[in-house]
């Protein structure tokens, strides 16, 4: 059976939050707030929006597939437990996708370019892709560190007040809703699943943070 044979319930809260839902016809709906710290509040709503308006239930969907960061670590834990919650009783496949992918999908191009998110206190997030292929996994890194890195294209979802000397900042292209359809519709069926998933959190713990 294909994965697309179902629905597939997809979200991201890499900022605020996106929802969308892919059909077996290929067609897409999706909805999105840009209110980060009411996630445990109206994340569910948002969800039961969008899979209602096509007259479905949740033992309808197929799978569901979740922005699992890096970024800020209460929304993704928001994200991780709502679905988790929802699909305790289901049993449905869950896929991950990495919030830095979708910000990378975004730029529309084909070329090389870093995703990259102010992680705070010096730090940030960090994948390098090419041609939508992950080249350069995910990472925490000082700003320190980053800037020593050869200078590329990069494209953030968040502004980034850091000077980046001979880096090219991209635009971002698509929305955060389309971004995260286009990165749906690239889950292949052989691809690693779990019941639950668990927010992707490179940062440093505060105990590491002291010992610098």
């Known amino acids: 059976m294909s994965l697309f044979s179902k629905p597939i319930l997809a979200l991201d809260t890499a900022a605020g939050a996106s929802v969308c839902l892919l059909l077996p016809d290929g067609e897409s709906v999706s909805a999105s ?70 910000t990378a999908q975004q730029a529309m191009v084909e070329d090389e370019l870093w995703a990259i998110e102010d992680a705070r206190s010096g730090l940030v997030y960090a994948a390098k892709f090419s041609a939508d292929t992950c080249i350069v996994e995910p990472q925490c890194l000082t700003w320190e560190a980053f800037l020593k890195l050869p200078t590329a294209q990069y494209i953030a979802l968040s502004e980034i007040t850091f000077d980046l000397p001979g880096w090219e900042a991209l635009p971002l292209q698509q929305t955060r809703e389309q971004a995260l359809v286009a990165q749906v519709r690239k889950l292949q069926p052989d691809m690693t699943y779990k019941m639950w998933v668990e927010p992707l959190y490179l940062q440093p713990s505060q105990a590491e943070k002291n010992l610098v």
């Open 33 to 102: 707030m840009n209110t980060p710290r009411a996630h445990s509040r109206e994340l569910l709503p948002l969800l039961e929006q969008v899979v209602k308006q096509q007259g479905l239930q949740w033992q309808d969907m197929g799978a569901f597939a979740v922005g699992t960061g890096p970024g800020s670590f209460t929304g993704l834990r928001v994200a991780c437990a709502t679905i988790a919650g929802m699909n305790a009783s289901l049993h449905k496949p869950v896929y991950t996708l990495s919030s830095l992918a979708i």
